[in-house]
């Protein structure tokens, strides 16, 4: 941003040049991506579905949605007749209500029929439940919320649920947001492309997913190359 400006500067003859143009960025950290694959995947949901929080980590893994974007989801974002979901909110860890950071951050997902189903018997379960505690049940709009209706913190969802979830399957310890970046590495790993990802994720741009998920990247080009193989010479892969 202050490269940007100082650019803008430059056009109107108030710099003689940017001395931004002289600053070396600092060099991105990679951090090794953990993720789950299919299988562990399909375990996690299996025991998840003993959790009461079941629904909203099968929204999260299916979706790619960050912790604190489920968490402010209300159902008017919901529309579980056509199957989608509006990201129009997120809720930071101090319990504050932002807008997304870019355009593409606010965006509508299209749910998985399943998930669709899940989230029909869910709403339905909580509002025999909102009836039966009356005034008790805060009323909030809110999608995912505690048995009185409060919110989640995501604290609390993190450590009491997900990753008992994880100690009770036998999975690897991830982060809640970790189901994030199993969504993307799943979906590209099925041959989805990077365009989509990077579209259902709100990130900015293609090239962002693709340095964010490249150890997905091996695969993919070996997929690639079978294809070509089988395409150009009929050699299927053995």
């Not at 604290?155 to 947001?177: E, M, T």
Request: charged share 30%; glycine share 6%; net charge positive.
């Amino acid at each position: 941003m202050i490269k940007a400006s100082l650019r803008q500067t430059v056009i109107w003859g108030r710099l003689v040049s940017n001395p931004a143009d002289l600053v070396e960025p600092p060099k991105r950290e990679y951090h090794e991506m953990k993720t789950m694959d299919f299988e562990q995947a399909r375990i996690f949901l299996e025991y998840a579905k003993a959790d009461p929080l079941y629904p909203m980590f099968l929204v999260s893994l299916t979706t790619g949605v960050r912790p604190g974007e489920v968490l402010a989801m209300k159902w008017s974002d919901f529309d579980l007749d056509t199957g989608t979901v509006s990201i129009r909110r997120a809720v930071t860890r101090k319990k504050r209500y932002k807008d997304p950071k870019t355009a593409k951050g606010r965006r509508l997902i299209r749910l998985a029929p399943s998930v669709a189903r899940v989230l029909r018997e869910y709403k339905a379960k909580q509002m025999d439940r909102c009836r039966a505690t009356g005034k008790r049940f805060q009323q909030s709009g809110l999608a995912f919320v505690q048995e009185n209706g409060r919110p989640w913190g995501e604290r609390n969802v993190a450590r009491h649920h997900f990753k008992q979830i994880l100690r009770k399957a036998g999975l690897p310890d991830l982060r809640w947001y970790d189901l994030r970046h199993t969504c993307a590495t799943l979906l590209l790993l099925d041959g989805e492309h990077p365009k989509v990802v990077a579209d259902l994720l709100g990130d900015a741009s293609v090239e962002t997913v693709l340095d964010t998920y490249s150890h997905v990247l091996p695969v993919l080009h070996e997929r690639a190359a079978l294809r070509m193989e089988t395409r150009l010479f009929g050699n299927s892969a053995n």
